[in-house]
């Protein structure tokens, strides 16, 4: 009998089997770890390359503010007028024309005075070309870039608006000038003979006309109605 309850004494092995319950939650919490640290490191890795695209793609960007290429001289293959030989060539046929022309009169005279004149601004203006940064084709002749280049704004962008300016100031001082005459009893007569102080007036005024453009565009007074 005593051998009979030796094994049913075994059942605080079910006691041995609820202390191993714990095991079970040692593997779930190792994942929970590692599932937030390679959540953090994706996400710090995500925003990192973020950041270097953004970085990189300012640098590109900016690049041709910060460091503009060095010489554009191979724009459509044409060369700097100051290293061109066929530019110099040019020069020095233009000023021997020039100078072989002066031989024929004396020294002294009108015509020798004009052409030494004119070889003196013969000699400046090519100088200019060449200072002024001027390309030249192969037939030695500078030749105009247009392309918005900010190195070559002097050459068309900055007489180009100068122009526009211009003309513009001239055709608001007429348009000025007409409505105030229109008021008159006798508005093609001041149309024939010029109202000088007037115009004088409207002639000081002109120079703003940007900005006198407009307002008048803003208020709806630049345009007249279809009706009058």
């Keep these: 009998m005593a051998l009979a309850t030796i094994p049913s004494g ?8 609820t202390t191993t319950t714990v095991s079970p939650r040692l593997p779930c919490i190792s994942p929970k770890f590692r599932a937030t640290c390679s959540a953090n490191s994706s996400n710090g890795s995500s925003a990192t390359n973020n950041f270097a695209a953004l970085a990189l793609a300012l640098a590109v960007a900016a690049s041709p503010l910060a460091a503009p290429s060095d010489a554009h001289a191979d724009i459509a293959g044409l060369t700097p007028c100051k290293e061109s030989k066929a530019f110099a060539k040019r020069e020095k046929q233009s000023i021997k024309k020039l100078e072989s022309s002066l031989k024929l009169y004396a020294p002294d005279s009108a015509p020798a005075l004009a052409l030494q004149a004119s070889i003196e601004k013969t000699k400046r203006r090519f100088d200019n070309y060449g200072k002024q940064g001027l ?28 122009f526009l300016y211009i003309a513009g100031w001239i055709g ?13 009893k006798k508005p093609a007569m001041k149309e024939i003979i010029i109202d000088v102080p007037l115009a004088n007036r409207l002639l000081w005024r002109g120079f703003i006309w940007p900005v006198a453009a407009l307002r008048e565009l803003v208020n709806g007074e630049l345009v007249v109605d279809d009706a009058d």
């Design 172 to 184: 608001w001082v007429g348009r000025s000038y007409l409505i105030a005459i229109r008021d008159e």
């Design 135 to 162: 390309l030249c084709g192969a037939d030695g002749l500078p030749h105009l870039i247009v392309s918005g280049d900010q190195r070559h704004w002097g050459e068309f962008i900055t007489p180009g608006i100068l």
């Design 10 to 17: 075994l059942v605080i092995t079910p006691k041995l089997s």
